[in-house]
Nanobody, 122 residues
Framework: QVQLVVSGGGLVEPGGSLGLSCAAS????????MGWYRHVGVQRELVAVI????????ADSVKDRFTISRNNAKNSVSVYLQMNILRPEDTAIYYC???????????????WGQGTQVTVSS
């Protein structure tokens, strides 16, 4: 059906930058939204999302520091999160989420990519 493959993340010093990439491929008919969540302990926070029409939303804590973008290709779509001016409080496991219309299904389906660790520390 659909696969989400995540890359990026790692260790960076405060003030540094990192990028996260999430590639969705498969029987995708339409994209309702794709975005990133982060987990700190048991808390989950929506970080950024981009809709099918290109509208973006950012959590207040990352506005003006993070940028989400999307690249559509034949049979696949990628979403990229550029994270600048990183702070220790950005440390978390980041997950890609996609709300997609998939061939053979009438309703929107939700997909999650594997988590990737982002650690901001000196």
């Amino acid at each position: 059906q659909v696969q989400l493959v995540v890359s990026g993340g790692g260790l960076v010093e405060p003030g540094g930058s990192l990028g996260l990439s999430c590639a969705a491929s498969g029987d995708i008919v339409d994209i309702n939204s794709m975005g990133w969540y982060r987990h700190v302990g048991v808390q989950r926070e929506l970080v950024a999302v981009i809709t099918g029409t290109g509208s973006t939303y950012y959590a207040d804590s990352v506005k003006d520091r993070f940028t989400i973008s999307r690249n559509n290709a034949k049979n696949s779509v990628s979403v990229y999160l550029q994270m600048n001016i990183l702070r220790p409080e950005d440390t978390a496991i980041y997950y890609c989420h996609a709300a997609l219309v998939v061939r053979g299904f009438q309703n929107e389906l939700a997909y999650w990519g594997q988590g990737t660790q982002v650690t901001v520390s000196s």
